[in-house]
């Protein structure tokens, strides 16, 4: 949706950059060419192809189900590692003669195929059911298939079935210590599926990536033992959003001077990118849930110095704050660098104000308010429009919430409306200085 927006916004500029004389015509041309060989049109039949791969892998695991009883064992067997062998073969052909798009949709054809195989295999032999260790053969042969072949759609399967893994996996028996082999095994993951998609570039699969790394957390954090009030999730997860915001943002910013290794640029530069949406996104999310969970019933107040005490919370918050202060500074006091890193900070203050000073609805109101609107500033001045769309979603879910607390009685209408208005107008005014000051550096700069 957002690049169709742009193209548009873009095809729009280019009348007026050539109607002034900025741009030639003939560079104005090839930029349009350059726009339509990228538009989702192109991809269609790729897409296509994928989806009818799929089917054909699911119609194969379908007849051998169908007909389970009149093939061999053996033939099975043999069936399957042919299929999944020859598929890789094909794509390695295909790879190497340059047919992307073949290589693709047989690394796909392959790793549905082994995925299936390990159900057919585990009827075979009757093995007992094991979820998890299904999930865990699942990802390592995707992720087997993505790096050799270099395959976006099979680390995206890679991603998935590692989060089936993540909440699969068995919790451990009560008292426990923390599964230490499950966790770096997680974190493992992360790292290997992360840098696939630097390596090749693909949106599905860095966001993926982004969530597995949200549920590996979420299950040390559960398993560490430490969490005895339910809004410490919430302080936590909004802790490893605004971390992923702060050192999402040096990323963003900094993937230009990136050195030339095997390491793409712009691929550092987009999974900075999608860290800073996916941070946007869970912040904002986390920001609605407090709200309404401290409006819907207060909780015991927990001491501020506990909380941050909590070693999952303590590790990522300080990441969080350090990210933050290298962001800042690196901007040079620009104004959309400032905006980024406010947001991220307000977003972790509302749920650590929620669970620590739980009796104060007005400050979580307006604190809610303003971190949603935190993020459409950022969104705004940063040029985000992911953030944009998020801050406008969240405001929008703050206001009807509080709507729905208040409007039993005309008093609390008027509270309402006296926070938001004075919000909005500090909000307003912090960013027309904002706005002013960033003119006032460019034109010195000029």
């Known amino acids: 949706m957002f690049d169709q927006l742009y193209a548009r916004r873009l095809k729009a500029d280019l009348a007026t950059w050539v109607e002034n004389g900025w741009v030639s015509s003939d560079a104005a041309g090839r930029i349009l060419a350059s726009l339509d060989k990228g538009t989702g049109r192109s991809r269609l039949p790729a897409v296509l192809a994928m989806v009818g791969v799929i089917c054909l892998a699911l119609a194969v695991a379908a007849f051998v189900a169908a007909n389970w009883e009149a093939i061999p064992r053996l033939v099975k067997l043999v069936g399957i590692v042919v299929a999944v062998v020859g598929a890789n073969l094909l794509a390695a052909w295909a790879a190497h003669a340059g047919r992307r798009t073949i290589a693709e949709l047989a690394t796909v054809f392959a790793v549905m195929v082994f995925v299936s195989g390990l159900a057919l295999v585990g009827q075979i032999y009757h093995l007992p059911t094991d979820w998890a260790g299904g999930a865990v053969l699942a990802t390592l042969g995707a992720l087997a298939a993505a790096w050799l072949t270099g395959s976006r759609p099979a680390q995206l399967v890679a991603a998935v079935a590692a989060i089936t893994w993540v909440f699969m996996r068995p919790e451990p028996n009560a008292g426990a210590d923390l599964d230490v082999g499950a966790t770096l095994y997680g974190l493992a993951l992360i790292v ?63 993937a230009e001077y990136a050195p030339a290794t095997w390491l793409r640029r712009d691929g550092i530069s987009l999974f900075a990118r999608s860290a800073l949406d996916v941070g946007a996104a869970v912040l904002t999310g986390t920001v609605v849930v407090t709200l309404v969970y401290i409006l819907s019933d207060t909780p015991t107040a927990v001491p501020f110095l506990y909380v941050l005490s909590v070693p999952p919370i303590t590790v990522v918050a300080a990441l969080a704050l350090a990210g933050i202060l290298v962001a800042l500074a690196g901007s040079e006091g620009r104004s959309e660098a400032i905006a980024v890193a406010a947001a991220a900070a307000i977003g972790f203050a509302c749920p650590l104000f929620a669970i620590t000073m739980p009796n104060q609805p007005v400050l979580h109101a307006a604190l809610a308010l303003v971190a949603a609107l935190a993020v459409s500033v950022a969104g705004i001045l940063a040029g985000f429009s992911f953030w944009s769309v998020v801050g406008h979603l969240g405001v929008a879910a703050v206001v009807l919430w509080l709507l729905n607390i208040t409007i039993g009685t005309l008093i609390g209408q008027s509270v309402f409306f006296l926070v938001a208005g004075a919000v909005l107008i500090g909000v307003a005014w912090a960013s027309a200085r904002l706005m002013r000051r960033r003119a006032a550096v460019r034109g010195e700069a000029s």
């Open 192 to 254: 290997a599926l992360g840098v696939h998609a630097i390596v090749w570039p693909s949106r599905p699969g860095r966001w993926a990536t982004l969530i597995l790394l949200f549920c590996v957390y979420g299950r040390i954090a559960a398993e560490s033992g430490f969490f005895d009030v339910e809004f410490d999730v919430m302080v936590a997860i909004a802790a490893l959003a605004a971390a992923l915001i702060a050192w999402g943002l040096v990323l963003y910013r900094r």
